[in-house]
Structure formats: C-alpha cells, structure tokens
C-alpha cells in the first residue's frame, strides 16, 4: 500500500522557518518524483516545489524560490521541505505527492493527507 504521510507543520511567526516531512512506503523511492503542493480554501492548489532522488533535479514554484529548499533521505524514504522567511501568505494545508513525471503541476499519482501550517504577521 502506497502511503504518504506528512509531518512538521504549525504556527510561526512571519520570517519564521518551519520543517515539512515527506515519510513514504510502498513504491520505489528513486523511481518516483515527490512533489510539495499547498491549498488555501478557494484557491487552487499550487505547486511549491519537487524533487527526484535518482538525479537529484528540483524545481520551485516562483513564490517561493530563494526562501524554501527541498530534499531528500533516500535512505529514509523520506523528503523534505526546509521553509525559511515565512510569509503570512505561506498559510495553506501543504500536501506531498508521488508521481512518475518531475513537474510543480499537480499530475501526481499519489497523495498524502495534507499538514496545516499558519504564518502569523
């Protein structure tokens, strides 16, 4: 069974960092893209950033380039998403998924529950 299970979010302060945690299982870890996506009730969902382990390639949404880095623990099965100078903006239910093709578009396969995490400013 594939599962996706996030972990890290909260509140912070704006300028704040937070921590997202991608934990997977049941697919192969480096043949799959794990993305980071985050929604605010009435908004579409956004794509922030993504990352293949087999290459190490990335992307990120323009939103959050130079504030937020993406990586991963092949050893764990596990990514990460490093957020630093928080925005109040950067509120949204943050959500990793699987998928078979490197995008910010949200065409993934696999989709975890979804963390919450609130800026305050």
């Known amino acids: 069974e594939v599962q996706l299970v996030e972990s890290g979010g909260g509140l912070a302060q704006a300028g704040g960092s937070l921590r997202l945690s991608c934990k997977t299982s049941?697919?192969?870890?480096?043949?799959?893209?794990i993305g980071w996506f985050r929604q605010d009730p009435g908004k579409e969902r956004e794509g922030v950033s993504c990352i293949r382990s087999s290459d190490g390639n990335t992307y990120y949404g323009d939103s959050v380039k130079g504030r937020f880095t993406i990586s991963s623990d092949n050893a764990k099965n596990t990514v990460y998403l490093q957020m630093n100078s928080l925005k109040p903006e950067d509120t949204a239910v943050y959500y990793c998924?699987?998928?078979?093709?490197?995008?910010?578009?949200?065409?993934?396969?696999?989709w975890g529950q979804g963390t919450q995490v609130t800026v305050s400013s």
């Open positions: 049941g697919f192969t870890f480096d043949d799959y893209a």
């Open positions: 998924a699987a998928g078979l093709r490197l995008t910010t578009t949200p065409v993934y396969d696999y």
